[in-house]
């Protein structure tokens, strides 16, 4: 068991979710796919989708929702094994 | 005639901005500029007599936020909002705010803004005015034996689209009649699945499909075109590099095209400018109505190169009240321009935008070359608008000439700091079907994935 951080390839605003009523993308202790998506970061009014590359676990979210992010920024904690 | 409008309100950012300044200041115009927390720094807030700051970087509780807006305008004292392109341009309820506070709104009334902005009444008013618009079934298909009959008047190929669908989701393609009764019931009960409204409507298919636009200027009584703009170099939608005139269009075909503008906008007794967008068929030399735009559009200053009319001032003119001066005959063509849309993205990572800092900077400089920006050494382009970051254009004496000239300052151009769209455009002035002229709505997609 290891942990994994998922980092921010770009600068922007952080999302948890697709839209502001919808649900988190992932709750601690999901399962997480390959390619799923985990989180948003808006930048220049476009939307881009930060997918895992991994298989595991979900722990955490390390920022808040519509937090802005910095590139290389910790977003999410996974748990592969 | 007194011109009624002594100070403006620029209810937008970037290089549009700034540029409605610099016409502003042609015409001894007081400016008063709004800026978020993410502008402070920006170019127009410098260049503005005076600047107001409107809070959040989000542009929902800013530049989108038409009462904070109409109040700031107020308490400055204003006579007239310009509300540039994108944000509250084309928003109807804007225009209505902003006259009812006793502001004059740069642009066409509220009602007229409306009902353009309706697809159908548009296409109604397009119609009526006797100008073409897209062959098809003209809403909702009852069953097969309508869109087979439908189809024999408008001939094949043809898109068979759901109703319920847009943004190109939901649409099929159909070549015969054979398809057509095979295709129906799948396209049916897949539109009732996806957006559950099973109903259908079939449109000609053009194949090899331009975008050309021809631009207009009314003050209610008066109106006139300013020639055509080649807008079919787009990526996602996005135009990405225009030019005016357009290339290789019969004479008799573009004379058409700017005297049907210029009846639809008759038909609202238009006051502004604007831009009467069609869908040009390359094989059949058909054009067909798309839309109107009721703003100054991004790409203005091709016309303004090749006219020598400054839209934006014309525009301000109108809204204080002036009558067009311009006349018809007045309006005359001389060489031809380009524009390239240069934006902070990564061509080589899919087109990623990337917002930073410009630590150098340089623009050649000369006759016949233009670049309208808001971008300047040690500035930070901030990460919540747009990805466009100026506009290149030049003017050539013809399009041989525009593109040698083109070519030349994107050789030299510099942008440090930032990935920048300008090596797509340096390919772009290079390709054999842009230097002929054969381009088409599909051809930078077409030309992008076959790198991959």
Request: net charge negative.
């Amino acid at each position: 068991m290891s942990k994994i951080e998922i980092t921010a390839p770009m600068p922007g605003v952080f999302y948890t979710k697709s839209s502001p009523d919808s649900e988190v993308y992932k709750k601690p202790g999901d399962p997480v796919r390959k390619d799923d998506i985990i989180c948003l970061i808006e930048v220049m009014k476009t939307y881009n989708q930060i997918v895992s590359e991994h298989v595991g676990t979900f722990v955490s979210y390390e920022v808040e929702n519509e937090e802005l992010v910095m590139v290389g920024q910790v977003l999410a904690i996974i748990e592969v094994d | 005639m007194i011109m009624k409008i002594k100070s403006i309100l620029i209810a937008n950012r970037g290089e549009i901005a700034v540029r409605i300044i610099r016409a502003a200041k042609s015409l001894g115009l007081k400016t008063v500029q709004v800026y978020s927390d993410a502008d402070a720094d920006s170019m127009a807030v410098k260049m503005a007599d005076e600047a107001i700051n409107i809070g959040s970087p989000m542009a929902s509780k800013s530049y989108l936020n038409i009462n904070l807006l109409v109040e700031t305008a107020k308490r400055a004292k204003v006579d007239a909002i310009h509300p540039g392109y994108g944000f509250l341009s084309e928003n109807a309820d804007f225009a209505d705010a902003t006259r009812e506070a006793g502001i004059i709104f740069i642009g066409p009334r509220g009602a007229t803004i409306r009902k353009l902005g309706d697809k159908v009444a548009a296409r109604q008013l397009a119609k009526e005015a006797g100008v073409p618009t897209v062959p098809g079934s003209d809403g909702r298909l009852e069953d097969l034996d309508e869109a087979i009959k439908v189809a024999k008047d408008i001939g094949y190929p043809l898109m068979v689209k759901a109703l319920a669908g847009g943004g190109g989701k939901g649409i099929r393609i159909v070549n015969n009649e054979e398809e057509l009764k095979t295709m129906y019931s799948v396209a049916f009960n897949e539109a009732k699945a996806i957006f559950g409204d099973g109903g259908l409507y079939i449109e000609k298919y053009i194949q090899k499909a331009r975008h050309i636009e021809v631009q207009i200027l009314g003050d209610g009584e008066n109106f006139i075109h300013c020639y055509e703009r080649e807008c079919s170099i787009q990526r996602r939608r996005q135009k990405i590099w225009e030019e005016a005139p357009a290339i290789g269009i019969p004479e008799d075909v573009l004379d058409k095209m700017h005297k049907s503008s210029v009846e639809l906008i008759k038909k609202v007794s238009y006051r502004g400018a604007g831009t009467v967008e069609y869908v040009y068929d390359n094989d059949t030399q058909e054009f067909y109505f798309i839309e109107t735009n009721t703003r100054i559009q991004v790409e203005h200053p091709v016309t303004g190169m090749i006219t020598g009319i400054d839209l934006v001032a014309e525009m301000i003119k109108i809204a204080g009240g002036m009558p067009l001066e311009i006349k018809q005959e007045d309006v005359k063509v001389k060489g031809h321009a380009i524009e390239c849309r240069i934006n902070a993205e990564d061509t080589t990572k899919n087109f990623m935008p990337c917002p930073g800092k410009i630590e150098k900077l340089s623009i050649p400089e000369g006759a016949g070359i233009r670049f309208d920006t808001f971008i300047y050494e040690g500035y930070t382009i901030p990460m919540y608008y747009d990805s466009l970051i100026g506009k290149l254009i030049v003017l050539g004496d013809n399009r041989e000439d525009a593109l040698k000239r083109l070519r030349e300052v994107l050789r030299n151009i510099s942008i440090e700091g930032i990935e920048t769209t300008i090596p797509l455009h340096a390919q772009l002035a290079e390709n054999e079907d842009v230097i002929k002229g054969s381009v088409d709505t599909q051809f930078l997609m077409k030309m992008l994935d076959s790198k991959d």
